[in-house]
């Protein structure tokens, strides 16, 4: 055996100087702008409150509902929350078109906080800048500082270290990120909320914190894994060029079929039984976002719903909660089982009659499409252009 001699004290100086040096120089590389901003690994799902006793026939959406239903029910409210929940869904993303009157996209995200509320759950909003309530940078700041200080004030409200988050929609077709920014300043000048972007240009991320695709389902067909890809890189880019965390928030769809809307450009991608989800998911959790959103909880008129269908059961709730599971590294990615083809769905039956009478919220459909020239996302298929 050889015994090897100590080493000189010269030696072992030179080591510890070398150790202190290396230790000098983590605060440094701790200061590397991070895309999450909370180790948090949110699935979130977009989701729609103007239904009422006129949206549901077969001439109008492409399925219905197991229990056709109108948005202003809270025992609605409350069993969707409750089947969000046990899909693994942490909150839902309501769309919001403003505080005006006669505007039941309001009253019913007041009552459905509460709900939430009751249940352990929370929700968050999607400004919907197709609002014709919203048709002016007056009009949206004072929206904006009656959600900052009512709604994001909820206890249901969904916070992100301690910062509520609020979804934008086609926020660039009503605003420059320069009129954006006289907005933020105005309501929330210390930055205390997290302001999610929407759209295929990452630019307006010097104002926003995070970024989202509303639909990664177009009329061309464009490879889903190669989408999220991209704009992971996209925001990922734009994190470490600004200096600061950026949040991507990768979007997975059920399928789409926009044919009963009456828009020019309508199309449809097919559910494959469920292999186009499961491939959206795999996409999706492919490209480590930070959170994941689901396009949609109940956007019937699109058909990107995943709550309980005539057509589908529960089958998509189920398979949520199982894809959940997998981003959140809980449970190993499910193997995928094609379900039985559905059969055409029975007539809906008549909905509950509840009081009060629905407040005369102009449907989406109506609602003017952007001007040529833009990408429409929800609005008749924008192609992404690589």
């Known amino acids: 055996m050889q015994i090897s001699k100590p080493k000189p004290l010269g030696g072992l100086r030179r080591a510890a100087a070398l150790?202190?040096?290396?230790?000098?120089?983590l605060p440094a590389a701790a200061t590397a702008p991070a895309i999450a901003q909370s180790p948090e690994r949110l699935v979130l799902a977009f989701y729609y409150n103007w239904f009422d006793e006129n949206s549901w026939g077969a001439n109008k959406v492409p399925d219905t509902?197991?229990?056709?239903?109108?948005s202003r029910d809270r025992g609605v409210m409350g069993r969707q929350i409750d089947q969000a929940r046990s899909a693994g869904i942490d909150a839902l993303v309501v769309n919001w078109w403003g505080p005006q009157d006669n505007n039941q996209t309001e009253t019913n995200l007041q009552a459905m906080l509460d709900e939430a509320a009751a249940r352990g759950f929370r929700l968050a909003v999607d400004v919907d800048m197709n609002s014709p309530y919203l048709r002016s940078a007056g009009a949206i700041q004072a929206a904006m500082a009656h959600l900052m200080?009512?709604?994001?004030?909820?206890?249901?409200?969904l916070r992100v270290d301690g910062k509520p988050v609020i979804f934008f929609y086609h926020q660039n077709h009503r605003l420059s990120t320069g009129g954006w920014a006289a907005i933020r300043n105005a309501v929330d000048p210390g930055r205390n909320s997290l302001w999610i972007e929407e759209g295929t240009d990452v630019s307006p991320l010097s104002l926003f914190d995070g970024h989202h695709l509303y639909s990664v389902t177009w009329a061309n067909r464009t490879d889903m894994g190669q989408t999220a890809n991209k704009f992971a890189r996209l925001v990922r880019g734009q994190a470490a060029a600004l200096g600061s965390p950026k949040i991507y928030v990768a979007t997975v769809m059920p399928g789409y079929?926009?044919?009963?809307?009456?828009?020019?450009?309508?199309f449809a991608v097919g559910r494959e039984d469920g292999a186009y989800y499961a491939r959206s998911w795999q996409a999706a959790i492919g490209a480590t976002p930070d959170w994941i959103i689901i396009n949609s909880f109940n956007e019937w008129p699109e058909g990107t719903y995943i709550e309980p269908s005539a057509a589908y059961g529960s089958r998509y709730l189920e398979m949520t909660a199982q894809w959940a599971a997998a981003f959140r590294g809980s449970a190993p990615p499910p193997v995928f089982e094609p379900a039985p083809r559905p059969a055409a769905p029975p007539a809906?039956?008549?909905p509950r009659p509840t009081a009060p009478p629905p407040t005369p919220t102009p449907r989406p459909t109506f609602v003017p499409p952007p001007p040529p020239g833009r990408e429409v996302g929800r609005w008749g298929g924008w192609v992404l252009i690589d």
Do not use: S
């Not at 509902?65 to 109108?70: N, Q, S, W």
């Open 149 to 157: 200080n009512t709604h994001a004030q909820h206890g249901a409200y």
């Open 257 to 266: 079929d926009d044919r009963k809307t009456g828009r020019g450009g309508a």
């Open 19 to 25: 150790l202190l040096a290396v230790l000098l120089l």
């Open 348 to 350: 809906p039956p008549k």
């Open 65 to 70: 509902p197991a229990e056709p239903y109108v």
